[in-house]
């Protein structure tokens, strides 16, 4: 079955340099887009990067521009997003999910991972 596993979340201080993984199974991963969203205490959920399926497109939230890369690995069906200079306002559960199209909207994307936690914090 479709399975998407995010890692590398935790406690990081202000300024950290954390990467996050995407590890996706049970489906061609290299024919799908992959998003990255995120969800803090309180707030909607927000899209923040995406990659297409030939790494052709790339998108980045204004709010992370310049401070994150996503990147995929076909050979080992991943996804990474390396955050860096974090501040606290970064600070949410992060969450992969699979679209067969590149777009930020959440509906394109049927399947999702648990999440990661990210807190930010001194």
């Known amino acids: 079955q479709?399975?998407?596993?995010?890692?590398?979340?935790?406690?990081?201080?202000?300024?950290?340099s954390p990467r996050l993984s995407c590890a996706a199974s049970g489906f061609t991963f290299e024919a799908?887009?992959?998003?990255?969203?995120?969800?803090?205490?309180?707030?909607?959920?927000?899209?923040?990067s995406y990659?297409?399926?030939?790494?052709?497109?790339?998108?980045y939230a204004d709010s992370v521009k310049g401070r994150f890369t996503i990147s995929r690995d076909n050979?080992?069906?991943?996804?990474?997003?390396?955050?860096?200079s974090l501040k606290p306002e970064d600070t949410a559960v992060y969450y992969c999910?699979?679209?067969?199209?590149?777009?930020?909207?959440?509906?394109?994307y049927a399947y999702w991972g648990q999440g990661t936690q990210v807190t930010v914090t001194s």
């Open 2 to 16: 479709v399975q998407l596993v995010e890692s590398g979340g935790g406690l990081v201080q202000p300024g950290g």
């Open 32 to 48: 799908y887009a992959i998003g990255w969203f995120r969800q803090a205490p309180g707030k909607e959920r927000e899209g923040v």
């Open 51 to 59: 990659i297409s399926r030939s790494e052709s497109s790339i998108y």
């Open 75 to 84: 050979a080992k069906n991943t996804v990474y997003l390396q955050m860096n």
């Open 97 to 108: 999910a699979r679209s067969l199209i590149p777009t930020m909207r959440s509906t394109a």
